[in-house]
């Protein structure tokens, strides 16, 4: 049984981290390890973990699928398989699939989840509030569909393109809204500086310029503009003794604009017990100082013309 929630925010622990050996983005391969973390997790008050076929390429619970109700019916069934379960809490439509009407997408979604095979229906870096959330909410009401009623998506410190239109229109259809990469891609971590080498970059992890996944989050996140607001943060944190890590994990709890009340939440991954109970601890800790907060947003304001959209 889980304990009693300790962070102001729920927090989710996410799977990404797990996986075989040798497989991109896959930093913990033991399963005792993951028993211990999650066991950890628990004793937080976590009772929610966020997996995908994706993480570890497949091994972390046991492709490109479109949104078409044949792929649908398929992946959720191997999906089941590899959990050796027979329906899941949540299930996400994960980006946008432009060679499947919406319609033919959301009525299998509605007969999958009629047959019990998942409880809730969750969107993921969906396209657009007018053209995908809100037409798809409004769809599934008039037709009696199952509608999504969580929306998943980036959002941290230095990324805060969801506050403009996505909360409002999330809120204006019931959804809500559970935070990924609270930590900017590891930006935020205080690992990298703008004169960091390749060849000190551990292989595998998030920036290695030798996989598709470091190439592609170096394109998103590794530039001068970021690593300008990055020195503003470490400068203020330094002034107080935290790290970079800590002021994310509690401006994330305590000063983003999450509704804690409607059931938003963020999602924390790890690559060791000792990490993850790391950033627990700072979650669990009470708001920052306001001059770091000051230092917080006048980092947004110099990374808001240059990072991506929420949406894929």
């Given amino acids: 049984m889980a304990s009693e929630k300790k962070s102001r925010v729920s927090v989710i622990f996410g799977a990404m981290t797990i996986g075989r050996e040798g497989v991109e983005q896959a930093r913990i391969h033991d399963l005792k390890e993951v028993g211990a973390m999650l066991d950890l997790f ?50 996400y439509l994960h980006g946008s699939d432009r060679s499947t009407p919406f319609e033919e997408t959301l009525k299998a979604c509605n007969e999958l989840h009629r047959r019990g095979k998942f409880k809730r229906l969750g969107l993921h870096q969906l396209h657009g509030l007018g053209s995908g959330i809100a037409y798809i909410s409004e769809l599934c009401t008039r037709q009696g569909w199952v509608r999504p009623t969580v929306y998943q998506g980036v959002y941290n410190a230095i990324h805060r393109t969801v506050e403009i239109e996505l909360f409002p229109g999330l809120k204006n259809y019931g959804i809500i809204f559970y935070a990924f990469s609270p930590l900017a891609g590891s930006q935020l971590t205080g690992r990298y500086r703008r004169n960091t080498r390749d060849t000190d970059i551990e292989p595998m992890s998030r920036f290695d310029p030798n996989t598709f996944q470091g190439r592609k989050y170096r394109k998103r996140l590794w530039n001068d503009t970021i690593f300008d607001a990055l020195d503003l943060v470490r400068e203020a944190a330094g002034a107080h003794q935290l790290t970079e890590v800590e002021c994310a994990l509690r401006w994330i709890a305590h000063h983003s604009k999450l509704d804690v009340a409607r059931g938003d939440a963020v999602i924390i991954g790890a690559s060791s017990k000792k990490q993850i109970e790391e950033y627990l601890g700072f979650l669990e800790q009470g708001p920052l100082p306001s001059d770091v907060v000051d230092a917080l947003d006048k980092a947004w304001l110099i990374t808001k013309g240059t990072v991506n959209n929420y949406w894929h």
């Fill in 42 to 91: 628990q004793e937080h008050g976590g009772t929610v973990v966020d997996i995908a076929r994706v993480y570890g390429l497949g091994s972390s619970e046991e492709a490109q699928i479109t949104h078409s109700a044949q792929d649908l019916r398929k992946h959720l069934k191997e999906f089941l398989k590899a959990l050796k379960t027979d329906s899941i809490d949540l299930w």
